[in-house]
């Protein structure tokens, strides 16, 4: 064989190994994960920072991630809702079903919505292990909303905060 039809074959050859073990990957993840986290872990949703928001929270997780939610009102409901995390897969993926959850509510619909529960039903529940990664987000989003309800009664003090 020629030196370039063996380079030719050897590449053909890794690329086979890796779409097999790439299969192998998804296989074991659709053992332990529905099609909603897959979607949601692939192609995750209002994953970004939002400047001057009208809430704001950073709260560091019981596994010592942190995770952000940014959320801007517009006519008394959620117009916009990012997030950002150093976490998990997981825990992006359970950011952004809660900022989903979340848009287009008002204060009290989303308070009332984005929870634990709500985002394991969505997803179709997850491994014990990562259940606080739902937690992470669903607190996360609550203290937001708290801090817009704070930003409301003090909204002077908007301008000096770090987000
Ligand atoms: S492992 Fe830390 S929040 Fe998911």
Same mark, same amino acid.
């Given at each position: ?25 998804? %296989?074991?993840? &659709? ?20 400047? $001057? ?12 991630? $942190?995770? %952000? ?10 117009? %916009? ?9 997981? $825990? ?6 809660? $900022? ?12 009332? &919505?984005?929870?634990?529960? %709500? ?9 014990? /292990? ?13 203290? /937001?909303? /708290? ?17």
């Amino acid at each position: 064989m020629s030196p370039k039809k063996k380079n030719s074959a050897d590449n053909a050859d890794i690329e086979k190994f890796a779409r097999e073990l790439q299969d192998q990957i998804m %296989e074991q993840i &659709r053992k332990k994960y529905s099609e909603t986290v897959i979607d949601h872990w692939q192609n995750p949703r209002n994953f970004r920072k939002i400047e $001057t928001p009208d809430g704001y929270a950073s709260v560091k997780g019981s596994c010592g991630d $942190t995770m %952000e939610m940014f959320i801007k009102m517009n006519r008394e409901k959620i117009s %916009e809702c990012g997030f950002q995390t150093d976490g998990c897969g997981t $825990t992006i993926v359970c950011g952004s079903v809660a $900022t989903e959850l979340a848009l287009n509510k008002s204060f009290t619909e989303a308070l009332a &919505r984005v929870s634990t529960d %709500e985002i394991l039903k969505i997803l179709g529940g997850l491994p014990p /292990a990562d259940i606080h990664c739902a937690e992470l987000a669903a607190e996360t989003l609550r203290r /937001a909303l /708290a801090d817009h309800l704070y930003q409301k009664q003090s909204p002077w003090k908007k301008h000096y905060r770090k987000s």
